[in-house]
């Protein structure tokens, strides 16, 4: 996995793919690859697509696009 983009892995703890994705998180990190991790520990599977009944679905796209802005728009490099 060395030389994988950086990633950025969502988990929940009410999802069947739970460990799986906390497992893959761990091994990028383990490799040398930069990687986020969120995790909703009160969530369900495919929470972020039910915005409308959902409060924390709003939390996780606003924490995803923050950590994509970072990644697409970094700080300008020192003079």
Avoid: N
Wanted: aromatic fraction near 6%.
């Amino acid at each position: 996995m060395s030389g994988t983009a950086p990633a950025l892995v969502l988990t929940c703890a009410c999802d069947p793919l739970c460990d799986e994705g906390i497992d893959y998180a761990r091994r990028l990190e383990r490799e040398g690859v930069r990687v986020t991790h969120l995790h909703f520990s009160d969530q369900i599977h495919g929470f972020v697509s039910m915005g409308k009944i959902i409060r924390a679905a709003g939390v996780a796209i606003d924490m995803m696009a923050a950590v994509l802005r970072k990644a697409l728009w970094p700080p300008p490099a020192p003079e």
